[in-house]
C-alpha cells in the first residue's frame, strides 16, 4: 500500500454557516480513518480511542486553515500513553501515533478511560504555514485528557473563540472500530444571542457522536441536527484521509540526522537498516550500501 496515500474508507467532512451567519459548522465521520490508523499502529482500545479523538479534532480544526497551513495537536501527558502527536491539513490530510499503543488503563464505568491513558500535562497546538516567518504556539494545560474538552480549552483560552467541539470513537469488543465521528460549532463575530441559546440547547440534548454516527447518521445529518430550526448556507463536502508524507528518501535523509559518527558505524556493521515511520508504521530498509553512500565522503 501506499505511505503516501491511506485510503480512509467512507469517511466525510462537511463545512457550513448558519442562515444567519454567525455560526460556523464543521462535522466529521471518519470510521475508516480511524480504523486504518488502529491497525496500522496495532493499538489497544484506549489508544485506539485517544488517537481518533485527537485525528479527528486535528482534522476539525484544520479544516478552517489557509491553503498550505498545517496544524499540530501534541498532547504531552503523564499517562501510560505517554506523548500523542496529531498532524493535519486543510485538506482533511491526517497523521499521528501515540508513543505507547498498548496503553489500556481500566475501564470507568464501564466506558474507555482515555483521560487516564493521557494524563496531566499540556497540550501544545503548532500552527504553521511556508510564507509565515514563525510558527504559532499555543500551550495550554491539559483540563481532563478526554481530548474534546482540552481542545475547546484551547480554543477559548489561545483563540479566544467560544466553541462546542465532541469527538468520539466506539470501539467494539474485538478491538475494531465500530463508529467515529465528532463536530466542531464556533460562534462568529456577528453571531445572535437567541441562535446561540438555540445552540446550546440543541448541544445538551443531542447524543454523543459515536451514538450519532452509530444510529447511521452521515457528516450532513450531523449538520442538520445541529442547526435544526437555525438553518445553513451552502455546504462544503471533502473526504479526509490518513496521509503520511513519509517516502524512502526522507527516511535516507533522517539516517543522516544521526550524525556522521553513527551514520559511519551503522555502515561499517554491514547489515541491513530497518526504518519505521512513527505517524503511519511503515517499514523501510536500507541496504548497506545504501546507508554507506549516505557518508558525507562516500
Do not use: N
Not at 451567519?21 to 490508523?37: F, H, K, M, N, Y
Not at 468520539?168 to 466542531?184: N, Q
Request: aromatic share 4%; proline share 5%.
Amino acid at each position: 500500500m501506499d505511505a503516501a496515500r491511506i485510503t480512509a474508507g467512507a469517511c466525510e467532512l462537511v463545512r457550513t454557516v448558519s442562515a444567519d451567519g454567525g455560526l460556523s459548522v464543521r462535522a466529521i465521520v471518519a470510521t475508516g480513518l480511524v480504523a486504518e490508523a488502529a491497525r496500522r499502529h496495532e493499538t489497544a482500545p484506549t489508544a485506539s480511542a485517544a488517537l481518533g479523538r485527537a485525528l479527528m479534532g486535528g482534522v476539525l480544526l484544520a479544516a478552517g486553515a489557509k491553503q498550505d497551513e498545517t496544524l499540530q495537536l501534541q498532547f504531552r501527558g503523564d499517562g501510560p500513553l505517554g506523548q500523542m502527536t496529531v498532524i493535519a491539513d486543510h485538506l482533511g490530510r491526517v497523521r499521528g501515533y501515540v508513543s505507547d499503543p498498548s496503553a489500556h488503563p481500566p475501564s470507568r464505568s464501564g466506558k474507555l478511560d482515555v483521560g487516564a491513558a493521557v494524563g496531566k500535562g499540556i497540550l501544545a497546538v503548532v500552527r504553521y504555514h511556508p510564507s509565515w516567518r514563525e510558527p504559532y504556539t499555543g500551550i495550554v494545560p491539559i483540563v481532563s485528557g478526554e481530548v474534546a474538552e482540552d481542545l475547546t480549552h484551547y480554543l477559548a483560552e489561545s483563540e479566544q473563540t467560544a466553541s462546542a467541539l465532541a469527538v468520539g470513537v466506539h470501539v467494539a469488543s474485538d478491538r475494531s472500530i465500530e463508529a467515529a465521528g465528532g463536530y466542531l460549532v464556533q460562534a462568529l463575530p456577528d453571531a445572535d444571542e437567541e441562535v446561540l441559546a438555540r445552540l446550546e440547547r440543541t448541544v445538551r440534548a443531542l447524543p454523543s457522536p459515536t451514538e450519532l454516527v452509530r444510529a447511521g447518521l452521515s457528516a450532513d445529518g450531523i449538520v442538520d441536527r445541529l442547526l435544526e430550526g437555525i438553518g445553513a448556507r451552502g455546504r462544503q463536502r471533502s473526504r479526509p484521509e490518513f496521509h503520511c508524507a513519509c517516502d524512502a528518501e526522507r527516511i535516507r535523509r533522517a539516517v543522516t540526522l544521526l550524525g556522521r559518527e553513527e551514520t559511519r558505524a551503522i555502515a561499517e556493521m554491514r547489515e541491513r537498516l530497518e526504518v519505521r515511520c512513527e505517524f503511519c508504521a511503515t517499514g523501510y530498509v536500507l541496504e548497506p550500501d545504501e546507508v554507506g553512500a549516505l557518508l558525507p565522503d562516500a
